[in-house]
């Protein structure tokens, strides 16, 4: 190679340049924050790992139904009966968007589109 000289170090200034994320922060995203939960003990739709993990599906899944197949319809989980609703449904228990929804979101840097349509819940506090 004629320009060993300049090439091999290049290549290692490219290579701690694109990996400076990684080990300034030493592979650590920060604290995972910790949504403010309702204080009364009602069970959610689904059991709390799944709704975490797959909430904006079933959101989704309950847009689809409603406004393509016009399915409003209860649903029954475990003997109790839940609307198809982000409004009436969710935030009815998890009513600060603030404190519940948006401390994930903002963590992870995810911008839903739900309150394009949906009124944001007035925050009381």
């Known amino acids: 190679m004629y320009d060993s000289g300049k090439i091999i170090p290049g290549l290692i200034i490219?290579?701690?340049i694109?990996?400076?994320p990684i080990w300034y922060n030493h592979g650590?995203?920060?604290?995972?924050?910790?949504?403010e939960l309702p204080k009364d003990s009602k069970q959610c739709v689904q059991p709390a790992a799944e709704i975490?993990?797959?909430?904006?599906?079933?959101l989704n899944q309950w847009r689809d139904e409603v406004i393509r197949d016009?399915?409003?319809a209860y649903f029954e989980v475990d003997g109790r009966m839940f609307q198809k609703t982000l409004q009436n449904t969710c935030m009815e228990?998890?009513?600060s968007k603030v404190k519940f929804c948006d401390t994930?979101?903002?963590y992870t840097a995810v911008s839903p589109y739900c309150w394009d349509c949906h009124l944001a819940p007035v925050e009381t506090e």
């Open 52 to 58: 975490r993990a797959k909430h904006m599906q079933l």
């Open 70 to 72: 016009d399915d409003r």
């Open 93 to 95: 228990c998890h009513k």
């Open 14 to 16: 490219f290579v701690l």
């Open 28 to 35: 650590d995203a920060g604290e995972v924050p910790k949504p």
């Open 104 to 106: 994930c979101h903002v």
């Open 18 to 20: 694109i990996t400076f």
